[in-house]
Nanobody
Framework: QVQLVESGGGSVQAGDSLRLSCAASGRTFSRYAMGWFRQAPGKEREFVAAISWIGANRYYADSVKGRFTISRDNAKNTVYLQMNSLKLEDTAVYYC???????????????????WGQGTQVTVSS
């Protein structure tokens, strides 16, 4: 199982940028698709972005497409989420997740992810 630790959250104003990082432990990190999900107060956890194990395929929620970019550095066992043009509705706790299965192409379904980080808070204000 992969252990995940997110960082990079914070409080910003609308229109600003943030980059979240997710550091993974374990030698098999490079073999797992990775994803970012978020959960706002009173709402269910929702998909944000995912990247395949080799990094060739990337998926985004419509709400963040064109503003967020997911990437990974397998040499550093880290996955990133670059968030630009942040909006008030991006306020949430952001979670990093690793796929349950090796060598998957990625997924938008949280049920396909088996390891989760503790989350990092992102707050966007006007």
């Amino acid at each position: 199982q992969v252990q995940l630790v997110e960082s990079g959250g914070g409080s910003v104003q609308a229109g600003d940028s943030l980059r979240l990082s997710c550091a993974a432990s374990g030698r098999t990190f490079s073999r797992y698709a990775m994803g970012w999900f978020r959960q706002a107060p009173g709402k269910e956890r929702e998909f944000v972005a995912a990247i395949s194990w080799i990094g060739a395929n990337r998926y985004y929620a419509d709400s963040v497409k064109g503003r967020f970019t997911i990437s990974r550095d397998n040499a550093k066992n880290t996955v990133y989420l670059q968030m630009n043009s942040l909006k008030l509705e991006d306020t949430a706790v952001y979670y990093c997740a690793a796929a349950k299965d090796l060598y998957s192409s990625g997924s938008s379904s949280y049920t396909d992810f088996g390891s989760w980080g503790q989350g990092t808070q992102v707050t966007v204000s006007s």
